[in-house]
């Protein structure tokens, strides 16, 4: 069993995300999610989840439970190898003292026969904390759905603890779009744009086609987790702009610093609603439709754009994201899509952004 330390503000979304890269995710308290296996190259790509740590047992959210959870613990590590303790006190909920809570479960450890490292070591035990009010579901689980009905609010206190098995790379800062080569306003950032791409199931091996696919912000990401990536866009110059983008963030020999190769990419010029793909082409569509005045072209009203889009996902993917500033869910399921799960986030005063994942 793993715990995951979720980021961002949206745990259903993070959680959501997190599922291309562990089985059987389910959160447990506020940034805190248990998961059966966990993939440590995927874990790597994630945008929303920062670690994911082999379990060694959860207590109550205070530091003598946590120790009492350590001292009685069954440790399988080789006494020989050095650890270090990094807690952290998820959104500054409980209070606890980080600083203490590492250096009374380091000695913990050391009493248990480790030496410790703090520079480098082989070991890193992993402690969160976490308080707050969490929704579960009828199940029991926690609400994956952001806006599940029939959710049951109950107050949690959590401390988890675990040996780091791996954690994301955090260079999204390097990839700013004001500081991509091509530069259009509306261009997704890159954080959402690689959680979109996991959830379209973005890996090696998999093609993920953005058929409105802008200044290419959602292929970048899709391609530095190793997937083939193709792109259309309506206009000439976002098509050229795209192009611009991937060939300097996909077009290098090294491994992505995921690990992983990065993914062959096309970008060409195409209406959305009239792909030039046979049935079934690609593993995943992820596009983000322009938002109300935004970037539409003539031809469409945007209704026509986003049902005709939708129905062309459909009929060359079994899987399909859409990020906007509106719902579309009933569009979704006329083009013969079921809606798997819908994520909503005000963004500012003017602007909601919804996710809808379908399948
Ligand atoms: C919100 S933007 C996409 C932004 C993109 N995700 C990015 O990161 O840059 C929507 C894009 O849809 C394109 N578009 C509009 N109508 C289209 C159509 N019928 N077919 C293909 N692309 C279209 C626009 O040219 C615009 O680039």
Redesign the pocket.
Known sequence: MYFLELGGEDDAFAAREAESAAADVRPIAPGLALANAVVPERVRGLAYAHRASELLGRTDADLASARALLEAASIDRDRDATVAVRATDVHGSTGVSTECAERELGQVLVDRGFSVDLEDPDYLLRVAFSEGQFERDEDGRGDLLSNAEGGVDESVSVCALGWLAAESVRDFGTRA?TDKPFF?P????PLL?RAVANVAGARPGATIL?????????LVEAGLVGADVVG????A??VD??RTNLEHFLERDEPSPTGVSRGSWHVGR????RLPFADGAVDGV??????GR????D??RLED?VS??LSEARRIASRAVV?ADRSWASEARQAGWNLEAAFERRVHRSLTRYVLALE
């Open positions: 779009p259009q509306g261009s997704m950032d744009a953005d058929p409105m696919c802008g200044t290419g912000g959602v259309t866009d309506a206009q110059k976002m702009g795209a195409g209406d959305a609603t992820v596009f983000d439709a322009p938002y935004q970037s539409k072209i031809t469409h754009l005709g889009a990020v």
